[in-house]
């Protein structure tokens, strides 16, 4: 199909060039002629005006010739005295003058016969040349002049100019008729008969008589007549050589003939009007008009041009097809992967999807049993949002690959997003029962400044992947710490995240980070993974300019650790110390033990180490033996021999009731909850401990007031608040709507941006705390409604928060809608924890 | 199919090639020029010819090998008596035409004074090509000139003409004589005809020189007379002016119309081509003229026939070919240019060049080949004793003078036969 195509292709071309040189050879040819019917007028014209020259000549020559003759005639000279007349007026030695009488056609010349010193005598006789003199006009009268002739004199061929003269016969002193000839060697002319112009010096000219005869020959000219020559070398017809011939000896013109050596030539003629009969030839050869070559030259460039042209198109087409066939071969394997991809992304969107609509079933059917609903509702949701996941990185990764994958760096909570990290991979750890730790070290810098979002999904991509290919029973270990930077203002991240899981090989190592890569293993065939999260992964680590390396090995583990230079927020913690409080920490993770330790000190905290839940127990059986508890006892849940919750059954059964003890563990504290409460713990601080979290809970435990880092539960100052929600989609509006009356706080649609803005212009002051925005709607969107709103003349209006609530997630549109005076965005589906921290933080500012 | 077009299209062009090589290859072996090709000069030959297209397209064909010589050919006025002055000129030419006859002749020392020796090997001329009896070594074993076409007299005769009335071309008197009546009698006013205007040319030279010829050859003892322009010579011309007579008187020869040809060359032709004339006397010199003078008869053009020029037979036996010098060619050793002059005529003498302007020219070759032109074929029908060279029978200028003077004479009737014998030696122009 290709070759028929590139034949097609070559065909279009070759007719292309073939139209093209049709047209360059049919306008050349129209040039040529154009430029040959102008050299022939050139040509025509230096003829002619050669025609003038040739009349003045011959007129000038006649002149001298009358001016003897008029001597001669006035003076009754014999014959030899008007030649010594003559020869004594006349001392150019290369012309001659013959007194000839008329009727012995003898007489004398002004030169002596050749190789003879005294011999003047000249004849005639036997030339048909003076016999019949009556051709000779009277004295001044007109040009006379004979054909071409032999000069008996010189034996040279010349041409005469004659008079009639009136002579004394030496005898009988009788005045009788003569003849003055002044004779001019044909050489002497012929030297000087050339064409002034320099194009034309090697063309000939000549000067035919009445019969064609040639007065003057030039050089091309053959035969003894130009008829003759003419008929010798061109073979028309009679009629049209005696039409010719008819012309020639009575018209000025041209025409074109073939000369002895076969060349076509321009023939120009034009009678000499100074004498009877006489006509001006010339003779150039075509050729040398120049009438071809430059238009042959041009349509051979243009050939060569457009011939080579041909070829590279050809090469070029044969190198493009050649790519091409390249491009589609990839083409066609990134078609396969994506069609893999897709096929896998249909089992892997249709499973959540089976268990979102199934669970649903389910609870419909069970509305009665409340319990079955809320644990339908949380499966639900839990497939929700790693249906979520999964578009999100579908649609990450078309950012990467379009390179459009940009960052929106803003202000956030590191332990937040620990916190988040935690969230999202308990439920995983918890269902596949693996040995699960996150330890901080030094993390002093709580707030940073980045793209909060993306680090997540950097975080999150790494310890799910090794989360999810770590068998049952393996462990998973994060290790975050914070180490100073070059930079100043920055601090070096080092997240590492290290399981026991199936491993890489080497050969997959080196394409892991191409989208679409999954590592197979018969193993692991049942794990869900888009294949993309490692590739987005590195993306955004670059663009962040960090780096990502991996240590692997099949069948021993992963390591993979990341390493960001981040800058540092303005906004950090207050100053946290608590004095004179002894805490002992209990954990079976020495590395855990000591970080927490560390930074149990670094608050001022006297912090004691126990392995064991029984060496816990024998410290505070000690410290209580001593009189002095501990103020605070923080144990790890999972612990061999005794855990947590025995351990604390036991503190409480055997040392104090009320010692205050903390349970802390990477795990879902709803698990363990009820347990823990009845064996005596007094609260729950998660993994890892941070040293704010710390801060906070040991302060909780000692009655000690503290600045509440974070609401929790009491969401009474959201009571009472009434927003404006822009939502064009009914079940949108009634979701958000039905999550914020939860919460006491009251809603108001407006079904566009047009309409949003027509409600803020005509609202009353305060009528609105703030406003959920939607960004895509009909009539009016969401950026277009902000920046309307914003120049509302009502100051209140004007500056009433707005929140953007999309389901435009990428950063990009985040700052989009913060460019277009927006104050936050909530990415959809929403997270009503997402929704109520944002409205706090809106209420914090304005209270600010 | 495309595969044999390539195969076909292959094959011409290497014979193409092959021909073109081998057309080179034959040229450069006929032919190695001596000099340098790039020599710019001038070479003239002068003569008689008013025309000479045949030695014109040899000028072409040499400079295909010295492209920048410029050769000319001219028929100066008065020749015979001006060529010694032109000779002696500022513009002296390169070659001149000559004849036998010049020797002896007062008039052509100057000429003959020019001459080059040709024989001379180291100008490398060919002259063993050309039939001895064509060549005139003088007394010191010199060749002043070399032959360029041979003479011969004959007749023209229209053969469509003959096939029309149902006769044959007549090989004897007899036949010759049944003809004419034959034709007279189909209403052809002049069975034959020819120039009659002056003596030069004329057809009355052309019926009587070939029979003087053959009766000095038969009689060798009365050629010295006759060479000396003795009276007693003059029986040698009776059979010939005899039978002219006879021709005239019986009405076979109408000089009436004859007199209508104004000149012995051109009008010679355009009359025959007219078509109504079953002979025309002439000599070769004007057979040369028809092959291009048959586009240029309007008559010829239209209603064109099959002619061929035959011995005149004006005895029982049949007619005579003259083999005879036309023209000669002599280098004027006083030249400008000699060189390149010699370097010509090595050119030309060859049998090809020779046999090419001969043929050209439609006159007859002077070369061994004695290869005719299918118009003058019924020359090679003619035996070797009905063969006659003037110069090998040793005729001199003033006989054929003589004879053709008297011929015209008699034919013309200014005088009798009678007189015309017994007064050989006595007529002039």
Redesign the interface.
């Known amino acids: 199909m290709s070759r028929l195509k590139i034949s097609w292709i070559v065909i279009a071309n070759i007719a292309l060039m073939g139209v093209i040189l049709a047209f360059v050879a049919l306008y050349s040819s129209y040039e040529r002629k154009e430029n040959y019917r102008n050299q022939v007028e050139h040509f025509v014209n230096s003829t002619i005006a050669m025609e003038q020259v040739t009349g003045n000549y011959l007129e000038g020559e006649q002149r001298i010739c009358d001016n003897w003759a008029q001597y001669i005639n006035s003076r009754e000279l014999t014959l030899e005295e008007a030649a010594d007349f003559v020869r004594a007026a006349h001392a150019k030695s290369d012309t001659s003058v013959h007194v000839i009488d008329t009727e012995t056609l003898t007489g004398f010349s002004t030169q002596p016969v050749a190789n003879s010193a005294d011999n003047y005598e000249v004849s005639y006789k036997r030339m048909d040349l003076l016999g019949d003199g009556s051709w000779i006009a009277d004295l001044g009268t007109a040009i006379n002049i004979t054909r071409t002739y032999t000069n008996p004199i010189s034996g040279e061929q010349s041409l005469a100019f004659c008079n009639r003269i009136t002579v004394k016969d030496a005898e009988t002193g009788e005045m009788k008729q003569a003849y003055l000839l002044r004779v001019v060697p044909i050489s002497n002319l012929q030297e000087k008969w050339v064409f002034p112009q320099e194009e034309y010096e090697n063309e000939d000219i000549s000067i035919i008589d009445t019969e064609s005869n040639y007065v003057i020959r030039g050089h091309s000219f053959k035969n003894a007549s130009f008829f003759e020559f003419y008929k010798s070398y061109n073979q028309p017809g009679i009629s049209v050589q005696q039409q010719l011939f008819e012309k020639i000896l009575s018209e000025t013109g041209s025409f074109t003939m073939l000369d002895s050596r076969g060349r076509e030539c321009i023939a120009a003629h034009t009678p000499l009007t100074s004498t009877k009969g006489w006509v001006l030839l010339s003779l150039a050869p075509v050729s040398d008009l120049n009438a071809n070559a430059e238009n042959w030259t041009l349509v051979g460039v243009i050939t060569f041009g457009l011939l080579l042209l041909l070829v590279m198109d050809f090469i070029y087409m044969h190198s493009f097809n050649k790519k091409l066939r390249v491009m589609a071969r990839e083409a066609g394997a990134a078609n396969k992967a994506k069609t893999d991809f897709l096929s896998t992304m249909s089992h892997d969107i249709r499973t959540p999807m089976n268990a979102i609509i199934g669970l649903t079933t389910i609870a419909e059917k069970k509305l009665d049993d409340q319990e079955a609903v809320a644990e339908n509702l949380r499966k639900i949701s839990l497939a929700s949002n790693h249906l979520l996941t999964l578009i999100n990185d579908i649609l990450d990764i078309s950012k990467v690959e379009s390179g459009k994958l940009n960052m929106s760096p803003m202000t956030f909570s590191i332990v937040e997003t620990v916190q988040n990290l935690m969230n999202l991979s308990q439920p995983m750890v918890k269902e596949k029962n693996i040995d699960f730790n996150f330890r901080i070290n030094r993390m002093e810098k709580e707030y940073l400044y980045a793209d909060q979002l993306r680090l997540n999904q950097i975080y999150i991509n790494i310890l799910s992947n090794a989360i999810k290919y770590t068998l049952p029973g393996g462990s998973v270990s994060v290790d975050l710490r914070e180490e100073e930077c070059e930079r100043e203002g920055y601090i070096k991240l080092i997240y590492c995240v290290s399981d026991t899981g199936i491993g890489m090989s080497p050969e997959f190592m080196e394409k892991m980070y191409q989208p679409f890569s999954r590592q197979t293993d018969s193993r692991v065939n049942s794990i869900q993974g888009t294949g993309l999260g490692l590739a987005i992964t590195r993306q955004m680590v670059e663009l962040m300019d960090g780096t990502i390396d991996c240590r692997s090995e099949v069948g021993e583990g992963t390591t993979f650790i990341i390493t960001l230079e981040l800058p540092v927020a303005e906004k950090q913690l207050e100053e946290m110390k608590i004095d004179d409080v002894d805490v002992l920490i209990a954990d079976d993770d020495p590395i855990l033990l000591e970080t927490a330790a560390d930074t149990l000190e670094s608050l001022g905290v006297r912090a004691e180490m126990a392995r064991t839940g029984m060496e816990a127990l024998k410290m505070a059986r000690q410290r209580h033996e001593s009189g002095k508890d501990y103020d605070v006892i923080i144990l790890d849940w999972k612990m061999p021999e005794m855990n947590g919750v025995e351990t604390i059954s036991r503190i409480r059964a055997e040392i104090s009731a009320d010692i205050p003890i903390l349970l802390t563990s990477a795990y879902d504290w709803s698990d363990i909850e009820d347990a823990a409460k009845e064996a005596g713990a007094n609260g729950f601080i998660a993994k890892p401990l941070f040293r704010s979290k710390l801060y906070e809970k040991i302060n909780e435990l000692l009655g000690t007031e503290v600045k509440s880092l974070e609401q929790e539960d009491d969401y009474s100052d959201l009571a009472g608040m009434n927003i404006l929600i822009a939502e064009d989609n009914v079940v949108n509006w009634k979701i958000i709507s039905a999550m914020l009356s939860m919460f006491g706080i009251t809603t108001e649609r407006a079904e566009n941006g047009r309409i949003c803005v027509e409600k803020m212009a005509e609202a009353e002051e305060g009528s609105y705390d703030l406003i959920f925005m939607d960004v895509q709607m009909p009539e009016m969107n969401g950026l277009d409604a902000t920046r309307s709103i914003r120049e509302l003349d009502n100051k209140w209006a004007s500056s009433i928060p707005i929140i953007a609530m999309t389901a435009d997630a990428f950063s990009e549109n985040v700052a989009e809608c913060l460019k277009a005076g927006m104050n936050g965005h909530i990415a959809k589906p929403i997270d009503l924890s997402i929704v109520i921290k944002e409205i706090r933080r809106i209420k914090e500012e304005q209270g600010k | 199919m495309k595969k044999k077009l390539c195969t076909i299209r292959t094959t011409l062009l290497v014979i193409a090639s092959l021909a073109l090589s081998s057309q080179v290859m034959a040229e450069s072996e006929d032919f190695q020029p001596m000099l340098d090709t790039d020599t710019s000069c001038e070479i003239t030959v002068v003569g008689t010819y008013?025309?000479f297209?045949a030695l014109?397209?040899e000028?072409?064909s040499f400079?295909d090998f010295y492209p920048n010589v410029?050769l000319?050919?001219?028929?100066?006025?008065?020749y015979n008596?001006?060529l010694?002055?032109?000779?002696?000129?500022?513009?002296?030419p390169n070659i001149f035409f000559s004849g036998p006859w010049m020797f002896g002749n007062e008039q052509y020392t100057t000429a003959i004074d020019h001459m080059e020796d040709l024989s001379d090997p180291e100008l490398g001329l060919d002259l063993e090509c050309i039939r001895p009896s064509l060549l005139s070594y003088d007394a010191d074993g010199q060749l002043g000139m070399v032959p360029i076409f041979a003479r011969n007299y004959g007749m023209l005769v229209n053969k469509d003409l003959f096939e029309k009335e149902g006769l044959q071309v007549p090989t004897t008197w007899e036949e010759l004589l049944a003809v004419c009546e034959a034709f007279l009698s189909k209403g052809y006013e002049s069975p034959m005809m020819g120039y009659s205007a002056d003596s030069s040319g004329c057809l009355m030279n052309i019926l009587v020189y070939p029979e003087v010829l053959a009766a000095l050859a038969d009689h060798p003892e009365e050629l010295q007379a006759a060479n000396d322009m003795e009276t007693s010579a003059g029986e040698c011309m009776r059979g010939g002016l005899e039978a002219m007579m006879q021709l005239i008187d019986k009405g076979y020869i109408n000089l009436e119309k004859c007199g209508e040809i104004s000149d012995n060359y051109t009008e010679v032709i355009l009359r025959f081509f007219e078509g109504d004339v079953p002979m025309m006397i002439c000599t070769g010199d004007t057979v040369s003229g028809t092959g291009?003078r048959e586009?240029?008869?309007?008559a010829f053009?239209k209603a064109p026939f099959t002619y061929i020029f035959v011995p005149i037979p004006l005895s029982e036996t049949g007619g005579y070919f003259v083999d005879s010098p036309s023209v000669e060619f002599s280098v004027n050793k006083t030249c400008d240019n000699l060189d390149m002059t010699n370097e010509f005529m090595r050119f030309l003498i060859t049998r090809e060049e020779l046999n090419k302007m001969a043929s050209v020219k439609r006159l007859v070759t002077p070369t061994t080949d004695l290869s005719f032109d299918s118009v003058y074929e019924p020359f090679s029908q003619v035996p070797a004793e009905r063969v006659l060279s003037p110069e090998v029978i040793g005729i001199k200028d003033p006989l054929a003078v003589q004879v053709r003077i008297t011929a015209y004479l008699v034919g013309t009737g200014a005088v009798t036969i009678d007189e015309a014998v017994s007064k050989y030696g006595t007529f002039e122009e």
Do not use: C
């Open positions: 008013s025309n297209e014109e397209a000028f072409d400079n410029e000319s050919y001219l028929k100066p006025d008065d008596n001006l010694g002055t032109i000779l002696e000129s500022n513009s002296a291009k586009s240029q008869s309007e053009s």
